[in-house]
């Protein structure tokens, strides 16, 4: 089994309906019913990002998002999915929970 | 040239996708398939000069390309190398769709919709085609160096995404076979007229392995109209093969065709394949049904083609004019694909699908126009007249966004 991650790509923050909402959790009680729920959950906007560099001695804490871009990752999921068929599917069935675009993406 | 060195060309042709196929099989990596089947292959020119050709030149190829695979995953050191190792040398059954062919998963593999078309059409033409990058670049005008790196990258997204060896879940067939019929037509326009100056002018093996893998994909979808529409224009195209050439290797007009020479069999399969799907209700249909404009041209049964008739004068014409490099070419010269597509908005299926996802694209660097001018090209310098072309070209629009069926009828 390989793990993916799928983001949910959007350009407001919390902006779901209660019905998408609603979609969302029926999509991720089935993804658990049919093992393939690894973990998931939404983001804060980008503003509250802080971009951390430990690289040095001491850690430099720079507020805001290291990347601007009008869309953002608003939420995302990670499953599990014998192949890249499987997972197409599961993003589709996410994609139109949420309704939102996602992108899928495999881990290494 | 040697008949060792002979033997090894025509075994090329004939063995390298069935060679890579069941590699790609066993292995779960078409990268190293490819690789390994390459090498098989330089063993071969090397010993069989010498040692003499074996009796089963394919399965000695295979034998060879697997050792050497195990050797070199032998070598590896690295976990997910002795993975795949454990994973060759217990060979698992796996599930298998309704047709069990190797060749047949290479193509579902090579034209998954996760990868660009371009990279379809190349991969397919080189895992499944046998097609060396630097004929698929000249197919492409795209530099060599640029097409191997497309193709590099597709079989990269292939193990990175793991996108699946096998034939596709059956309610996702439909849309992934619309994507399969693109390159399998692709591969017989390469084999109809070779984008290669320097070679033969018809390429009979690839023209042969596309129908051969239209005929499979039918097998997997026998009601699907498309998939017989395309089979049926692919065999009606190839009847007149026999007469496409002259002695000298001119390739010979139309009008000028000896048309004893032509393939009564395929005719007659093909008239076959557009008749029955002209008539049973209720199955899914190419759009060719609902279209007026083909219906006052196709012919009845009873004034059908034959091969010396008046009647089958008019109707290969037709045929000509609908045969995939012109209507493909043209439309890439002359029309933009947003036209292409708005003019006809209902159209199922267009050639330039691609393109009309990709407006940006550049003409001279996409797709269609790269087998367009690779086609002219051909046509040039194998002495191919263009007359049939030109009175044709004011219909272009049109027969580009046919549907396979569609083509299919007006063919026969």
Same mark, same amino acid.
């Given at each position: 089994?390989?793990?993916?991650?799928?983001?949910?790509?959007?350009?407001?923050?919390?902006?779901?309906?209660?019905?998408?909402?609603?979609?969302?959790?029926?999509?991720?009680?089935?993804?658990?019913?049919?093992?393939?729920?690894?973990?998931?959950?939404?983001?804060?906007?980008?503003?509250?990002?802080?971009?951390?560099?430990?690289?040095?001695?001491?850690?430099?804490?720079?507020?805001?998002?290291?990347?601007?871009?009008?869309?953002?990752?608003?939420?995302?999921?990670?499953?599990?999915?014998?192949?890249?068929?499987?997972?197409?599917?599961?993003?589709?069935?996410?994609?139109?929970?949420?309704?939102?675009?996602?992108?899928?993406?495999?881990?290494? | 040239?040697?008949?060792?060195?002979?033997?090894?060309?025509?075994?090329?042709?004939?063995?390298?996708?069935?060679?890579?196929?069941?590699?790609?099989?066993?292995?779960?990596?078409?990268?190293?398939?490819?690789?390994? *089947? *390459?090498?098989?292959?330089?063993?071969?020119?090397? !010993?069989?000069?010498?040692?003499?050709?074996?009796?089963?030149?394919?399965?000695?190829?295979?034998?060879?390309?697997?050792?050497?695979?195990?050797?070199?995953?032998?070598?590896? &050191?690295?976990?997910?190398?002795?993975?795949?190792?454990?994973?060759?040398?217990?060979?698992?059954?796996?599930?298998?769709?309704?047709?069990?062919?190797?060749?047949?998963?290479?193509?579902?593999?090579?034209?998954?919709?996760?990868? *660009?078309?371009?990279?379809?059409?190349?991969?397919?033409?080189?895992?499944?085609?046998?097609?060396?990058?630097?004929?698929?670049?000249?197919?492409?005008? &795209?530099?060599?160096?640029?097409?191997? !790196? !497309?193709?590099?990258?597709?079989?990269?997204?292939?193990?990175?995404?793991?996108?699946?060896?096998?034939?596709?879940?059956?309610?996702?067939?439909?849309?992934? &076979?619309?994507?399969?019929?693109?390159?399998?037509? /692709?591969?017989?326009?390469?084999?109809?007229?070779?984008?290669?100056?320097?070679?033969?002018?018809?390429?009979?093996?690839?023209?042969?392995?596309?129908?051969?893998?239209?005929?499979?994909?039918?097998? /997997?979808?026998?009601?699907?109209?498309?998939?017989?529409?395309?089979?049926? /224009?692919?065999?009606?195209?190839?009847?007149?093969?026999?007469?496409?050439?002259?002695?000298?290797?001119?390739?010979?007009?139309?009008?000028?065709?000896?048309?004893?020479?032509?393939?009564?069999?395929?005719?007659?399969?093909?008239?076959?394949?557009?008749?029955?799907?002209?008539?049973?209700?209720?199955?899914? /249909?190419?759009?060719? !049904?609902?279209?007026?404009?083909?219906?006052?041209?196709?012919?009845?049964?009873?004034?059908?083609?034959?091969?010396?008739?008046?009647?089958?004068?008019?109707?290969?014409?037709?045929?000509?004019?609908?045969?995939?490099?012109?209507?493909?070419?043209?439309?890439?010269?002359?029309?933009?694909?947003?036209?292409?597509?708005?003019?006809?908005?209902?159209?199922?299926?267009? &050639?330039?699908?691609?393109?009309?996802?990709?407006?940006?694209?550049?003409?001279?660097?996409?797709?269609?126009?790269?087998?367009?001018?690779?086609?002219?090209?051909?046509?040039?310098?194998?002495?191919?007249?263009?007359?049939?072309?030109?009175?044709?070209?004011?219909?272009?629009?049109?027969?580009?966004?046919?549907?396979?069926?569609?083509?299919?009828?007006?063919?026969?």
């Amino acid at each position: 089994m390989a793990q993916y991650l799928i983001s949910v790509l959007d350009d407001t923050t919390n902006s779901a309906t209660a019905e998408e909402m609603a979609a969302i959790d029926a999509f991720n009680e089935e993804l658990k019913a049919k093992g393939h729920w690894v973990f998931a959950g939404g983001l804060a906007s980008p503003s509250t990002a802080t971009v951390v560099d430990g690289r040095g001695g001491e850690p430099v804490f720079t507020d805001g998002p290291y990347l601007e871009s009008k869309e953002y990752v608003g939420g995302f999921w990670i499953i599990e999915a014998p192949h890249l068929d499987v997972a197409l599917r599961l993003a589709a069935l996410g994609s139109r929970a949420c309704n939102r675009r996602v992108e899928l993406r495999p881990f290494l | 040239m040697t008949d060792a060195s002979k033997v090894i060309a025509r075994v090329y042709r004939e063995e390298w996708a069935p060679v890579v196929a069941t590699l790609a099989r066993r292995l779960r990596d078409l990268d190293i398939a490819e690789e390994m *089947a *390459a090498e098989a292959f330089a063993t071969a020119v090397e !010993r069989w000069p010498v040692d003499g050709v074996p009796p089963n030149p394919g399965a000695w190829l295979a034998t060879t390309a697997y050792r050497k695979a195990i050797d070199r995953l032998r070598r590896e &050191v690295r976990r997910e190398e002795k993975h795949k190792e454990a994973l060759v040398l217990s060979d698992p059954p796996e599930p298998l769709g309704a047709i069990d062919d190797d060749r047949l998963r290479l193509i579902f593999t090579c034209c998954h919709p996760a990868l *660009a078309m371009e990279s379809r059409v190349a991969l397919t033409l080189r895992m499944v085609g046998g097609l060396t990058v630097p004929e698929i670049a000249r197919a492409f005008l &795209v530099r060599e160096d640029a097409m191997g !790196r !497309r193709i590099t990258r597709a079989k990269a997204k292939i193990k990175a995404a793991r996108i699946p060896y096998g034939v596709p879940f059956r309610e996702d067939l439909p849309a992934r &076979v619309t994507g399969v019929l693109t390159v399998l037509y /692709l591969i017989f326009n390469e084999g109809y007229l070779a984008s290669d100056p320097g070679k033969e002018a018809i390429r009979g093996e690839l023209t042969a392995e596309a129908i051969r893998l239209t005929r499979l994909v039918r097998d /997997l979808m026998p009601d699907d109209g498309e998939v017989a529409g395309l089979l049926a /224009l692919m065999l009606l195209t190839e009847a007149r093969r026999p007469a496409r050439v002259s002695a000298s290797g001119e390739l010979v007009t139309l009008a000028e065709q000896d048309r004893s020479a032509w393939d009564r069999e395929l005719i007659a399969e093909g008239h076959a394949l557009v008749r029955a799907r002209a008539s049973p209700p209720g199955r899914r /249909l190419g759009v060719s !049904r609902s279209s007026p404009r083909s219906t006052p041209s196709t012919p009845t049964p009873g004034t059908s083609v034959t091969p010396t008739g008046r009647r089958s004068s008019r109707s290969t014409t037709s045929c000509f004019a609908s045969t995939p490099r012109r209507s493909c070419g043209s439309t890439g010269r002359s029309r933009s694909p947003s036209s292409t597509v708005r003019r006809s908005p209902s159209r199922r299926w267009t &050639v330039c699908r691609w393109r009309a996802t990709t407006p940006s694209t550049p003409p001279a660097r996409s797709c269609c126009a790269g087998w367009a001018a690779a086609r002219s090209r051909g046509r040039r310098t194998t002495g191919l007249s263009r007359s049939p072309a030109t009175p044709r070209r004011r219909r272009t629009s049109s027969v580009a966004v046919m549907s396979w069926a569609q083509r299919a009828r007006r063919a026969e």
